[in-house]
Structures are given as structure tokens and as C-alpha cells.
């Protein structure tokens, strides 16, 4: 069974502009979470969504953003890019209970 | 009361040694205790995990040990290996309450030495 896929795996922007990332999940699994991975902060909860419902967000400014489809395919989206936005994104599926996460390989994003 | 608290940040291990870190949390809500460990350049890799019901968990060299009154756990790797030279994470999640919000602690860089 395929892992969980993350695209692109790198990405170079500026400041100001706006970002999408991707993330296909195990096949089956209809739970994904996204995190922000920093040196500083570590592995934080951006949101988390099931059945095309965010279920819960974490504590984020409103330009990050996302959304699930009905294949269960994943989308966050963060908007006027800062240099603190540097980091990898890290995508999380798991079956309908959210406790057994597994993650993608991440997408490194980088903002100059 | 959300964070879970992880040490040491870093260790250094002689291979066939032993490896423990440890993890403290004060969300007594938390139902569900994974570890990850993360290559250089991966994603985190869920390696085992337990829920507050058992007091240890073993699957391989790797066992959890579980202490539900001092809300800490730990990660014990046997006879370690430089292969197992990666950063773990212990993490918590309140799985009761469908958030997907898991917490993850500091994260402990570990070196095996040959």
C-alpha cells in the first residue's frame, strides 16, 4: 500500500505571495492532519480534516488555509507569504479515528 | 496543559547500549501516546505507542513504559544501533475527541556510536 505522498516536496517564494501544497493520503484512510515544522517551534497542529469537514484548527493566523476533497486529497493553502513561514509542511492521514497518524515526507518551503 | 515535555534534547549512546527519553504531560484527557522517529530530510515514522491502560508496551528492541499517576512515559530502545541515530518524538492526542490535534513534545536527537 502507496505511503502517504506530499507535492512538491520543495518549494521557493517571496514574500508576499501565496503557496499551495498538496497531500494524498493512504488509500482508505479519510483523516488528514496537517503540521508546521520548525527548528524553534517544532511539529505544531495547523488543522485537521475528515469527510471534507475541517474538524479542528490550531492556533494559526487565518492566511493558512486548506481543504479536503471528496477523494479524500488534500490542499492547505497559506496566503501573503512571511519569512517565518519557512519550514517543512508536514501532511498526517489515518482511518476515521485520528489517534494512528501516519505522515507524508513533507514539503520544505522555503520564503526570501 | 496542552504541551507534553520531552528530554533530554539530546544523547549520545554506545551501540548495544540503552537509549531512554522521557516524556511528561499534564492534560489528563490525553487517551493515546505515540513516539515517532525522524529521519534527516523524512517524514516522522510512527514506531509504537500506548494508551493510558497498560503500563508498558514492548514491540522489538522498543518499549514503552507508562506511569499514569506521575503523567510521564518513556521510550526505551535495547541494544542500540547506529541505525536507530534519527530524532524521536513522543507525542499525545485526546483520540476521544476526533480533533486529529496531536501534541508533540521537543523532540530528543539520539547518536549511536559504534
Known amino acids: 500500500k502507496a505511503g502517504v505522498t506530499q507535492t512538491p516536496r520543495y518549494l521557493i517564494k517571496t514574500r508576499g505571495q501565496q503557496v499551495t501544497l498538496s497531500c494524498s493520503p493512504i488509500s482508505g484512510h479519510r483523516s488528514v492532519s496537517w503540521y508546521q515544522q520548525t527548528p524553534g517551534q517544532g511539529l505544531q497542529f495547523l488543522f485537521e480534516y475528515f469527510s471534507e469537514t475541517q474538524r479542528n484548527k490550531g492556533n494559526f493566523p487565518g492566511r493558512f488555509s486548506g481543504r479536503q476533497f471528496s477523494n479524500s486529497r488534500s490542499e492547505m493553502n497559506v496566503s501573503t507569504l512571511e519569512l517565518g513561514d519557512s519550514a517543512l509542511y508536514l501532511c498526517?492521514?489515518?482511518?476515521?479515528?485520528?489517534?494512528?497518524?501516519?505522515f507524508g515526507p513533507g514539503t520544505r518551503l522555503t520564503v526570501l | 496543559q496542552q504541551q507534553v515535555k520531552q528530554s533530554p534534547q539530546s544523547l549520545i549512546v554506545q551501540k548495544g547500549g540503552i537509549s531512554i527519553i522521557n516524556c511528561a504531560y499534564e492534560?489528563?484527557?490525553?487517551?493515546?501516546f505515540p513516539w515517532y522517529q525522524q529521519f534527516p530530510g523524512k517524514g516522522p515514522a510512527l514506531l509504537i505507542a500506548i494508551r493510558p491502560d497498560v503500563s508498558e508496551k514492548k514491540e522489538g528492541r522498543f518499549t514503552i513504559s507508562f506511569n499514569k499517576s506521575a503523567k510521564q512515559f518513556s521510550l526505551h530502545i535495547m541494544d542500540s544501533q547506529p541505525g536507530d541515530s534519527a530524532t524521536y518524538f513522543c507525542?499525545?492526542?485526546?483520540?476521544?475527541?476526533?480533533?486529529?490535534?496531536?501534541?508533540f513534545g521537543q523532540g530528543t536527537t539520539l547518536q549511536v556510536k559504534p
Open positions: 498526517a492521514s489515518s482511518l476515521s479515528s485520528p489517534n494512528e497518524q501516519f
Open positions: 492534560n489528563t484527557a490525553f487517551d493515546y
Open positions: 507525542a499525545a492526542i485526546r483520540g476521544s475527541s476526533n480533533t486529529g490535534k496531536l501534541i
